[in-house]
């Protein structure tokens, strides 16, 4: 007596084929589809409860209405012109950056804490750098990369200097608080760190002085999820560390900043 | 061919598809949200190829395979891993496959998230395409060109992939004491 194989089980989950004779005579087949079934009726019962979440579709026609006006706009491409197209998926990715930075302020906003949801809308951005790794402005040339930031943020943030060993991933704009900052992602010893530079205090961001660079700058840290935040202040802007490693290599980072 | 306008309607119908999907591949939400925004956006501009009377969900879910692909790609080429939420499930699974008492019963036991999260547990390929056959209901046909396989491979991908994903529950089952009696 041949058991039915994987193949056959699939086609009388799927209707190909009627249920064989065989599977009434013998109760392992017939444990073996029902438990097939089974599993295949739990999994589609999981998703039936997933929605879009409301205003997903307004907010990607806002990210279309964007992306033809900036087609339309012929002074960005005299910025980075090789990088055009890049700018569109940035507006995108800070429509997205607006929505999940509105959702946490609500959440926490609720609990009367504005300095924890500055660390949420911190490892968010971080979280939405990693999820748009390939879509990230990655110019070679650093005064062309100076010059968009220039443009886009009014500034041109501090990068890791050559010979530091951090590679510099791609950069790009997010929405922080009702504003537009600078990202960028460096490459760390274990996995990527995102770079975010807002004029925040690190005291306003909720975070604790507990190190000191090699310059001795305070060294601000905090913790949110998975994700260790460790910030300096430089002139008039805090350099937010947000990763999933430890201190110590945020640390590392934010000491390949040229002083 | 539809004007753009009633094509981007067509797209925009299948969103809640597309978010359960981006769910299924990517596990957190805003990055779900993000690979949706992607996926549409691509369309919009593609819809030039898209084939009048096929299937606009299963083309759509083929762009969003696509991104999907090169974002890993990207992130293997920087050296990241794809980030995994805290997980509910785990214990290792056991190597022998054996039927449960009561397949039903104990499915019962798991919440929904429990049983998405398991499911990020398996490999992506295998992911998918479970999620296409078994929350779609998409053809075996229409799997194997969403995912680019032969549809003998995508037989023995979902099947392979139920089984891992029994696995998993089943461990996670035995560990929050619900199940300890295998056949």
Redesign the interface.
């Known amino acids: 007596m041949n058991h039915l194989t994987d193949e056959q089980f699939e086609d009388i989950l799927h209707g190909n084929t009627n249920v064989p004779e065989h599977v009434e005579r013998c109760a392992r087949c017939r444990a073996r589809l029902d438990e097939k079934r089974a599993v295949a009726r739990r999994v589609h019962q999981a998703f039936s409860s997933i929605q879009a979440p409301p205003g997903l579709a307004d907010r990607i026609r806002a990210g279309i209405a964007a992306s033809a006006k900036a087609d339309a706009t012929p002074e960005r491409a005299r910025i980075i012109p090789l990088y055009l197209h890049r700018h569109l998926w940035s507006g995108l990715g800070a429509v997205a950056a607006v929505l999940v930075l509105a959702v946490s302020i609500g959440l926490f906003v609720g609990t009367g804490s504005q300095a924890n949801a500055a660390q949420v809308a911190l490892t968010e951005i971080h979280h939405l750098n990693l999820d748009a790794l390939g879509q990230l402005v990655n110019e070679q040339d650093p005064n062309a990369l100076c010059a968009y930031m220039e443009g886009q943020v009014g500034h041109c943030p501090a990068m890791p200097h050559a010979g530091s060993g951090m590679n510099t991933c791609g950069c790009c704009v997010r929405q922080f608080q009702g504003q537009q900052v600078a990202s960028y992602v460096v490459q760390a010893k274990d996995a990527p760190v995102s770079v975010i530079v807002v004029p925040e205090s690190p005291e306003d961001l909720g975070l604790t002085p507990r190190a000191k660079t090699a310059a001795m700058r305070d060294i601000w840290q905090g913790k949110h999820a998975c994700c260790n935040i460790a910030c300096v202040r430089r002139g008039e802007y805090s350099y937010c560390a947000v990763g999933q490693v430890t201190q110590k290599e945020l640390a590392t980072v934010l000491n390949a900043l040229p002083e | 061919m539809e004007s753009p306008e009633r094509f981007?309607q067509i797209v925009?119908s299948h969103?809640?598809s597309?978010?359960?999907a981006a769910?299924?591949l990517?596990g957190?939400?805003?990055?779900a949200?993000?690979?949706?925004?992607?996926t549409?956006?691509k369309a919009?501009e593609r819809c030039e190829t898209f084939e009048r009377g096929t299937n606009c969900k299963a083309w759509l879910f083929q762009i969003m395979r696509n991104i999907r692909i090169?974002?890993l790609?990207?992130?293997r080429v920087?050296?990241?891993?794809v980030?995994i939420d805290?997980e509910l499930v785990t214990a290792k699974p056991e190597a022998e496959a054996t039927?449960?008492s009561d397949?039903?019963d104990l499915?019962?036991n798991?919440s929904?998230?429990q049983?998405?999260r398991a499911?990020k547990r398996l490999p992506e390929d295998q992911r998918l395409t479970?999620?296409l056959?078994?929350?779609e209901?998409l053809?075996?046909q229409e799997v194997a060109e969403i995912t680019g396989a032969a549809v003998?491979t995508v037989?023995?991908r979902?099947?392979?992939a139920?089984n891992e994903?029994?696995k998993h529950l089943l461990a996670y089952a035995k560990e929050m004491g619900f199940a300890g009696r295998d056949?």
């Open positions: 981007e925009l969103l809640d597309l978010y359960r769910a299924a990517c957190r939400m805003d990055g949200e993000d690979l949706v925004q992607t549409v956006l919009l090169d974002q790609r990207h992130r920087v050296g990241n891993t980030p805290e039927a449960w397949a039903r499915l019962e798991f929904d998230e049983v998405i499911l479970l999620f056959t078994d929350v209901q053809s075996q003998g037989k023995s979902a099947s392979r139920r994903l029994r056949r």
